[in-house]
Each structure stands twice: as structure tokens, then as C-alpha cells.
């Protein structure tokens, strides 16, 4: 799957992410420096009930969120809040030994959802189950999504 899309269209896109991706823990968003993977992530998680997703201190490597009641905007069915959602910020990182000391892997194997921003920083700790995402800039206004589903 590949897509074009603007600001206006993250959270759609992201919809269509999670609809495509229904199967997936863990998801690796690959892109340079700016490239937007902060903003959709921020959207998927959104999307899945989180409500303090912008509140959340972007500086940290680990942040956790919990889902809350949700209404499905594709079926209108209630979603039961109170899962627990990881998302990762590996630029600080240098190497797999220290992503295993931050808690990273604990966090990728736990059956949780993850989101994992510079997973080139430690790729040998990633599952094999792992979705990789590549977003690029197409122009100031347009950012592409690329993914193998
Ligand atoms: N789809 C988009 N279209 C246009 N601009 C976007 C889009 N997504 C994000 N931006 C803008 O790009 C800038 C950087 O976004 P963001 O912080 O999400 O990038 P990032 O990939 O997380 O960067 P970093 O690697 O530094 O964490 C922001 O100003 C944001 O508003
Ligand atoms: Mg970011």
C-alpha cells in the first residue's frame, strides 16, 4: 500500500492503517528527521480512544497510554477502553544493548500495541511480526506512506 496525504488527511490515512493492519502489535515507523511520524502516530492513537496523546511529553523514550471508551468510526460499535498502548522514540538510542536496558523489548513482546519511531536505531530487538512503515516527504504539504500489505 502506498499513499499520498496531507495534514488534513493524517487521520483518515491512519484509519485506513489500522483498518489494513487489524493484525499487528508492533509498528515500526521508518522516516527521516520531521517526516511526520510523530503526528500520525499521535493520530493512531487517537483513533484507538487515547485521550491525553497530546499532553504527552514528546522528549521521552517511552511513553504509555491507556485507551479509554471509544465509538468504532467505521462500524458506530462501543470499543471498551483500558488497553494499554507503547509508543517509542528510539532516536536517542544508540544501540540493541541499550534499547534493552530502557525496557524496549519488554515493551515490544508484551502483547501490547506498539508505536516505534527510529526502529533503525535497534533493529535486531524488533519481532518478525512486525509491521515497517516508511514515511517520506513528497513536498512541504504532502507526506507518502509506504507499506508491504
Ligand atoms: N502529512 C503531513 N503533511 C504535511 N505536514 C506534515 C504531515 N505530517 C506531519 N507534518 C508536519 O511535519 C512536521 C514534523 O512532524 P513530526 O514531528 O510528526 O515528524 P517526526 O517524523 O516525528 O520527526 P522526528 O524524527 O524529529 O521525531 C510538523 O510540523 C508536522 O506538522
Ligand atoms: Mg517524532
Known sequence: ???????????????????KAANYKVFAFHGEMGAG???FIHAL????????????PTFSI????????T???ATGAQV????????MDLYRIRDENEALNAGIEDCLYS?????????????????DETLHIEITSVNDN????KINL
Open 1 to 19: 500500500m502506498e499513499v499520498n496525504f496531507t495534514l488534513e488527511r493524517v487521520k483518515e490515512t491512519a484509519a485506513m492503517l489500522l483498518d
Open 37 to 39: 511520524k510523530t503526528t
Open 45 to 56: 492513537c487517537e483513533l484507538m480512544g487515547v485521550q491525553d496523546v497530546v499532553t504527552s
Open 62 to 69: 517511552i511513553n504509555q497510554y491507556k485507551t479509554n471508551d
Open 71 to 73: 465509538i468504532d468510526p
Open 80 to 87: 471498551t477502553g483500558g488497553q494499554t498502548i507503547y509508543h
Open 111 to 127: 502483547g501490547n500495541i506498539c508505536f516505534v519511531e527510529w526502529p533503525g536505531k535497534a533493529p535486531g530487538i524488533f519481532p
Open 142 to 145: 504532502t507526506r507518502k506512506l
